[in-house]
């Protein structure tokens, strides 16, 4: 077993370059991963937040509002700006 | 388009003898870092000679940079960019008059300076014809490529700094044969190829950086 | 200036016209068009899109959805074209404060049309009663006469359509009035304006584009819901 | 019709994906390093350094696999303005730096038993500088905005600006390796590979790529939460 770590004697050189070739990616891991969820994370509480109006609600007031070109001008604007 | 080229070299020569010519600057910081090199490596003629064209070429390179960043920064902040990205003239031709106006004042007083610099670095005399030579072809392609990074840096934080970080890379192989070239002279071997192929890289520059600068304006006015 | 109508003005519409500015849409489907001599009058508080739709027609911009067309034929097919018949005033004025306002003119209308004599600019600058201002270096200009020598390039290099941002800004009222006398002018010959402002500009039987019309909830919950009324 | 950024289809096949990539990128990466370590024989000449070589080879592989994917990308977003290829950028380019970082680490530690000294400007070790200096450059242009799309449209121009110069740099440091270098007498991939080491040197290739497809879609999903709480933000202000 002592000669597998020996490695012929170039131990000094050849585990040295797993252990960079791990630590780089294990530590690019971690940092991705914690982006990841502290950022969806907040992406979660800001939708919360912005959900306290019933998300039905919205569901059923979008379409009204994302056409507004079709029906007259005055009507749609009260729905954007109850939306707002 | 010869109008809109001829009309753009013009107002750029004319802005840039009025405002105080980037030329002067350029051709002191070339002077300056170059005679700092004695300093570093030692006076002795032996050394200095065998380091002069690499010496030379990297001072050149770094001194045509200095100027680099400001060549679109003023039209981005005057509104002159939003009126050229959308005028007649094709915006590569635009680019390539206002790369031809840093080249008069920034590559030129560099390419009249270098032999001058050479004698201090006791450059062999055989090399000064191919030193003018190569700095001729191999510095309109340092002015094409800096275009295409000073026109990416654009509106950026820090954007001097991150220009050189850009660009130097891309600078590399102008830097290799431009000095091979010298050192070849100097050795009285043949130079045709390195100049050749530094011809070679002014005209794929002078064809693909306008148009990969204009790309980078027309996002940047996006 | 030169009185002879536009040949090549033709009908600038736009259909479905969408734009997203970092994360956030300005605005989404919306259509417009103008027929020469017609004028449109961009309104909206700020934010709401009025630069950026100029932009977008001054091919600055690309839009997001939707297509710009010159009598028909799709503008994105021939850029350069479309600058060559277009004029764009932005907010900022374009001066160089080391060249004199001949200089300054002088270029722009060489680029675009190739004549940069003194003659014409002469003419472009009398037209909005700054000749005296020629051979002044732009730094010395006030923000006003600034704007008029960056209005004056409209008449230095004509073209038929025009796409003006806030042009009145920093203009006293007499300049105004002969900015609305050159407009209807350029109307009457045949000429188009887009023309985007807080102040009250008078712009007789101009359209009116309310851009409050065309403002979409930002959020993505709306993004997906502008998505599916626009597929 | 053109799509806006409409990140929801991609998240559902992102999640779909990440499951297995991760699961083959632990399989693949326990299967290359007992090949690499244990089952493959030493090399007459370098002996037990040419291991080294399971790591660098597959490491510089990937860093112009991850730049030149980078560089498709960037096009498409140009050229489509298609949302999802310029977040794919964003996010490969730390991997491909860190995949060029080890690839030159690595190099080094494999110069020094056989040329003594930890850096040797070896003409594939300098293209691999270089390589990392391009990546440095796009991350960098990537973050100097203040506004997310004027990053990513500057990367992508600088993307396929240097994915053109790579070849023509290469070419560059080879001529000025030979002109300047003595025919080294140990090329950098040793004598030619025999097929025991084609095992281990493919499994920790694929098991690289399995790894590169996690964390960049690991990272594309944390862009578009990002961009999402931008979006929300920037609502809230403008209303």
Not at chain 3, 144 to 158: D, F, H, T
Not at chain 3, 202 to 216: C, E, I, R, S
Request: net charge neutral.
């Amino acid at each position: 077993m002592q000669d597998f770590f020996d490695m012929g004697g170039y131990a000094g050189f050849v585990w040295p370059s797993y252990g960079i070739a791990a630590v780089v990616l294990a530590l690019l891991f971690v940092f991705t991963w914690r982006l990841l969820k502290t950022s969806e994370r907040r992406l979660a509480q800001l939708q919360a937040a912005r959900g306290r109006r019933p998300r039905r609600d919205r569901a059923g007031d979008a379409p009204a509002a994302a056409a507004p070109h079709e029906t007259a001008p005055a009507e749609p604007a009260d729905a954007a700006g109850e939306m707002r | 388009m010869i109008a809109g080229f001829g009309a753009i070299v013009a107002r750029d020569l004319r802005l840039a003898l009025r405002q105080g010519s980037d030329s002067l600057m350029v051709v002191t910081f070339f002077v300056l870092t170059v005679v700092l090199f004695p300093f570093g490596v030692g006076p002795e003629a032996g050394i200095l000679e065998r380091i002069s064209a690499g010496v030379l070429w990297v001072t050149a390179l770094l001194a045509s940079m200095l100027s680099l960043d400001r060549l679109f920064q003023t039209d981005y902040e005057d509104g002159s960019l939003d009126l050229m990205t959308r005028g007649p003239a094709p915006l590569g031709v635009l680019v390539l008059g206002k790369v031809t106006a840093h080249w008069l004042t920034t590559g030129l007083p560099l390419l009249l300076a270098a032999p001058v610099l050479a004698v201090l670095l006791n450059m062999n005399a055989a090399g000064f014809g191919v030193l003018v030579l190569a700095f001729l072809i191999g510095t309109p392609t340092l002015s094409l490529i800096g275009a295409v990074g000073a026109a990416l840096v654009l509106g950026a934080r820090r954007g001097g700094v991150l220009l050189s970080l850009l660009v130097l890379p891309l600078y590399i192989p102008v830097l290799v044969f431009g000095v091979s070239a010298v050192d070849a002279a100097v050795m009285d071997l043949p130079v045709r190829a390195q100049l050749l192929i530094l011809g070679g890289f002014l005209f794929a520059a002078a064809a693909l950086c306008p148009w990969a600068t204009a790309a980078a304006l027309r996002q940047a006015v996006e | 200036m030169t009185d002879q109508a536009f040949d090549d003005a033709a009908e600038f519409a736009g259909r479905g016209l969408a734009c997203i500015r970092g994360e956030r849409i300005v605005f989404a489907d919306l259509d417009f068009s103008l027929a020469p001599g017609e004028a449109i009058l961009l309104l909206g508080p700020n934010g709401s899109g009025k630069s950026s739709l100029l932009r977008v027609m001054a091919g600055l911009l690309r839009p997001a959805a939707g297509a710009l067309t010159w009598g028909g034929a799709p503008v994105a097919e021939d850029p350069e074209a479309h600058g060559g018949r277009s004029r764009y005033i932005g907010h900022h004025d374009a001066i160089k404060p080391v060249l004199t306002v001949r200089e300054n003119v002088g270029f722009w209308s060489s680029l675009w049309s190739g004549d940069g004599s003194t003659a014409t600019v002469q003419r472009a600058l009398a037209a909005f009663g700054i000749a005296h201002l020629l051979d002044v270096p732009g730094r010395w200009l006030s923000a006003g006469q600034k704007r008029r020598v960056n209005l004056s390039r409209l008449l230095a290099a004509p073209a038929p359509l025009w796409l003006l941002d806030e042009p009145t800004t920093a203009l006293d009222r007499a300049t105004v009035a002969v900015v609305e006398g050159l407009i209807a002018e350029h109307r009457a010959r045949g000429g188009m304006v887009v023309l985007s402002t807080h102040t009250d500009v008078a712009l007789p039987g101009a359209k009116v584009l309310q851009m409050d019309d065309f403002t979409v909830p930002m959020d993505w919950a709306g993004l997906d819901a502008a998505e599916e009324a626009l597929s | 019709m053109h799509r806006f950024a409409n990140p929801n289809r991609f998240l559902k096949l992102a999640n779909a994906i990440l499951p297995w990539a991760a699961g083959a990128t632990v399989i693949l990466l326990l299967a290359g390093l007992y090949f690499s370590l244990v089952a493959s024989p030493e090399d007459y000449q370098q002996g037990a350094t040419v291991r080294i070589m399971y790591v660098h080879v597959p490491a510089a592989w990937m860093a112009l696999f991850v730049y030149t994917a980078m560089a498709v990308a960037s096009a498409v977003a140009l050229i489509w303005k298609h949302p999802v290829s310029d977040l794919f950028a964003k996010a490969a380019s730390p991997v491909g730096a860190a995949f060029t970082f080890i690839a030159l680490a690595t190099g080094a530690f494999w110069g020094k038993p056989m040329w003594g000294t930890w850096w040797v400007w070896d003409a594939r070790l300098t293209s691999m500088l270089i390589l990392f200096f391009l990546y440095l450059g796009h991350m960098a242009l990537m973050n100097a905005f203040d506004d997310p799309q004027r990053g990513f449209r500057a990367a992508a121009v600088l993307a396929l600006v240097g994915v053109v110069n790579v070849p023509i740099i290469k070419f560059s440091v080879d001529w000025w390796n030979t002109l300047h270098q003595p025919a080294s007498v140990v090329r950098m991939d040793g004598p030619a590979i025999d097929p025991a080491m084609m095992t281990p040197l493919l499994l920790m290739a694929f098991a690289f790529k399995a790894y590169f497809v996690t964390v960049v879609l690991l990272r594309m999903r944390g862009e578009i939460a990002e961009a999402k709480v931008r979006a929300i933000s920037m609502s809230q202000v403008h209303g």
